[in-house]
């Protein structure tokens, strides 16, 4: 049985790393640690873990990580994981980290979009972009993982195949995504408070969200030239769930919906958590909520310039936690469903 630990075990990431975890028949859950004024009985934290699992949760110790475990998750706030990781590098451990500290490669662009400096710049070439859908091979190798973020992550799956195809201009891809306000961490915090989500429905971080260098970075791979890229967060008030809605205009108007269907299922052939769905169809955040599943609508017609993408997941789950575990089964060649269907 492989040995992990989780770091942050008392954030919502944390949280569903856990219950996954405790399903997987392959894995133990050796280590938890939090931000925690004194060790207390993850049972106590999570009534539902009563007499169901027991171990205690503290403040993190890095002899206990190193010698407890072999993988660790670290579900910490950007900057934390930044100062937490590069000494446990030097162990045998590997990590994968759900922050964004390790997902930009330029780490100027890091600093400008979260405000901070980068106090580990020579260790983000190292990361691994964990996206098992573009990465598989180099994540099978990886000791660090940069385990991507919510919004990102749907926005490259939907997009990328269309992208490659030649069929879009690269100028004018409009994102319109929603999500639900777990998105924003369990910590407190006056905008996720329920009098203030609750009957509302708002914009935010206009074209300056954190995500959106993220999402550039990993679709400018795939093309020659500058890509041009509108992306308008909302926050929805309902728990989770991440549902986007992508305008990609088209280089030639006589392509049918079903060319695109086409398309993204030769794309995503082997994908186990990428469901495309036939013309007329169109992705729900009920469908997706709770499993790990990425899915994918199209609509386009002969008399639009324009090819409308829906894609859904569950932003703890395929945008975190799920993706995190689908990560770790490729690292030590479990089935990569295990534990997340
Ligand atoms: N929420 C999402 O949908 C989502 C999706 C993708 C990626 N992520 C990323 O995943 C990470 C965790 O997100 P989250 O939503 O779970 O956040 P969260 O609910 O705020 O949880 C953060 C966790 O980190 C712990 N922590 C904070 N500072 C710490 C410190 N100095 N030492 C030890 N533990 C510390 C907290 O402990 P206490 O609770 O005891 O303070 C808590 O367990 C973030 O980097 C986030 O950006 C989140």
Known sequence: MLEVGIVGATGYVGEELIKILLKHRRVNITYLAANIDRPTDIGEIFGYLKGRFELTCELPDYKKMISRCQLLFMALPHTVSMEMVPPLLKSQLRIVDLSADYRLKDVKTYERFYKVK??????????????????????????????????????????????????????????????????????????????????????????????????????????????????????????????????????????????????????????????????????????????????????????SKFIITVGAIDNLLKGASGQAVQNMNIMYGFNETEGLL
């Open 118 to 303: 980068h106090k580990n710049p020579h260790i983000v070439k190292e990361a691994v972009y964990g996206l098992p859908e573009l990465y598989r091979q180099k994540i099978k190798e990886a000791k660090l993982i940069a385990n991507p973020g919510c919004y990102p992550t749907l926005a490259i799956l939907a997009i990328l195949p269309l992208l490659t195809s030649g069929w879009i201009e690269l100028d004018s891809i409009i994102i319109d995504a929603k999500s639900g306000f777990s998105g924003a961490g369990r910590k407190v915090n006056l905008d996720s408070l329920f009098s203030e989500v609750n009957e509302n429905f708002k914009a935010y971080k206009v074209n300056i969200h954190q995500h959106m260098p993220e999402i550039i970075q990993e679709l400018s791979r795939f093309v020659r030239g500058e890509l041009q890229i509108n992306f308008v967060p909302h926050l929805l008030p309902i728990n989770r769930g991440i549902l986007e809605t992508i305008y990609l205009k088209k280089k030639k108007w006589a392509i049918k919906t079903a060319d695109i269907i086409h398309l993204y299922k030769r794309f995503y052939k082997k994908e186990p958590f990428i469901r495309i769905y036939e013309e007329g169809n169109f992705p729900q955040l009920k469908d997706v909520i709770n499993t790990n599943f990425c899915d994918l609508g199209f609509y386009t017609d002969q008399k």
